[in-house]
């Protein structure tokens, strides 16, 4: 993966309102050497969450199911992220 492609993911996708983007996320840091807990621990730490998301996949352990040969190629999961968030963002009127 080139240099600085994970900081610039996050830096565009760092609101998670739904589960699909966290889950793709997390597998994301899997697949970038994370430990569970560590993925974990990156995501609280630096991401905005719902609360659907957090009570989901994180109060209900929920990210321990995945895995990260699920994970989605990187430009698509950004871009479905982005199509979610502009669908839920406020439109400026």
């Given at each position: 993966m080139e240099d600085g492609f994970l900081e610039n993911y996050f830096k565009k996708n760092h609101e998670i309102y739904d589960r699909f983007s966290f889950d793709n996320f997390f597998r994301l840091l899997l697949n970038n050497d994370f430990e569970y807990e560590e993925?974990?621990?990156?995501?609280?730490?630096?991401?905005?969450?719902?609360?659907?998301?957090?009570?989901?996949?994180?109060?209900?352990?929920g990210y321990e199911k995945l895995s990260a040969?699920?994970?989605?190629?990187?430009?698509?999961?950004a871009t479905k992220a982005r199509l979610i968030h502009d669908l839920m963002s406020p439109k400026n009127t």
């Open positions: 993925a974990l621990h990156y995501i609280l730490c630096n991401c905005s969450l719902s609360a659907y998301v957090f009570q989901e996949r994180i109060h209900n352990m040969e699920d994970v989605l190629p990187a430009d698509l999961a």
